[in-house]
């Protein structure tokens, strides 16, 4: 039960991370539009659609910040 519940609050800190970065990433003009679709992360761009796993999607969404602020 403690496994359990201690995965659930990773869980949910990872999706806060997430969103913060997303909405992050969105207010810099970096993407259109983010969201869950499909059991996916969702990131919608000028040119392009992803769907990635959460973490997948936090690593892309960080890096696309990064490279803005070079």
């Not at 003009?29 to 679709?37: D, E, F, N, T």
């Not at 969702?42 to 696309?64: D, F, G, M, W």
Request: overall charge negative; glycine content about 4%.
């Amino acid at each position: 039960m403690l496994k359990q519940q201690l995965k659930e609050e990773s869980d949910f800190s990872i999706i806060n991370i997430l969103n913060d970065t997303a909405n992050q990433a969105l207010q810099m003009g970096l993407i259109i539009c983010h969201g869950y679709h499909s059991g996916k992360y969702e990131i919608l761009q000028k040119t392009e659609i992803l769907l990635l796993s959460p973490r997948e999607a936090q690593v892309y969404l960080q890096n696309l910040i990064n490279e803005s602020e070079k």
